[in-house]
T-cell receptor, first 114, second 115 residues
Framework: GENVEQHPSTLSVQEGDSAVIKCTYSDSASNYFPWYKQELGKGPQLIIDIRSNVGEKKDQRIAVTLNKTAKHFSLHITETQPEDSAVYFCAASMKGEYGNKLVFGAGTILRVKS | EAGVTQSPTHLIKTRGQQVTLRCSPISGHTSVYWYQQALGLGLQFLLWYDEGEERNRGNFPPRFSGRQFPNYSSELNVNALELEDSALYLC??????????????FGEGSWLTVV
């Protein structure tokens, strides 16, 4: 069935360290993998996404890697800062009867300690 | 360009009542999605509308319903409210592109408290 597993559920890092969040998906036809950041009391904001025709994408301190063979993708945040503290969600597109829909992981609470 | 807008931002209802939540998508987006986020939990898919039609539905009872209007705005209706319906209701929108992989953008949500 449609499933996206996300690990870890909580992650604490020291300011300046790196943080890595991992997701696996079940549908081998998935071709789009976005990551969202949700701050307290706000809606999720898209921070980076990757499509199945590339293996890695970077945007300043944030990078995402994709391994289609293993059906696995990861978010990497380098030089973490206190403002990176939030809940992060991964998602994968899943094919439905009328097109693709996004299925989300359960989320990771990231705490950056200063 | 305005993002996805939702109203109301907060509301309190009594168990058994009905509620209507509203969403305006980003200009040019034809798809609208509704998600429920209960406290401490992830994003649970509720409904997906595109071009006025319901395209997909999550694992929620029939008292959760909605519609999409010709201007692509959408309403989510919840009847016979239960305490466990208390949650943040998020609306998102996207364009529809061949092959899928549509980027969706979320609004700030409507906080519903059922007492």
């Amino acid at each position: 069935g449609e499933n996206v597993e996300q690990h870890p559920s909580t992650l604490s890092v020291q300011e300046g360290d790196s943080a890595v969040i991992k997701c696996t998906y079940s549908d081998s036809a998935s071709n789009y993998f976005p990551w969202y950041k949700q701050e307290l009391g706000k809606g999720p904001q898209l921070i980076i996404d990757i499509r199945s025709n590339v293996g890695e994408k970077k945007d300043q301190r944030i990078a995402v890697t994709l391994n289609k063979t293993a059906k696995h993708f990861s978010l990497h945040i380098t030089e973490t800062q206190p403002e990176d503290s939030a809940v992060y969600f991964c998602a994968a597109s899943m094919k439905g009867e009328y097109g693709n829909k996004l299925v989300f992981g359960a989320g990771t609470i990231l705490r950056v300690k200063s | 360009e305005a993002g996805v807008t939702q109203s109301p931002t907060h509301l309190i209802k009594t168990r058994g009542q009905q509620v209507t939540l509203r969403c305006s998508p980003i200009s040019g987006h034809t798809s609208v999605y509704w998600y429920q986020q209960a406290l401490g939990l992830g994003l649970q898919f509720l409904l997906w509308y595109d071009e006025g039609e319901e395209r997909n539905r999550g694992n929620f009872p029939p008292r959760f319903s909605g519609r999409q209007f010709p201007n692509y705005s959408s309403e989510l209706n919840v009847n016979a409210l239960e305490l466990e319906d208390s949650a943040l209701y998020l609306c998102a929108s996207s364009r529809v592109t061949p092959g899928g992989g549509n980027t969706i953008y979320f609004g700030e949500g409507s906080w519903l408290t059922v007492v």
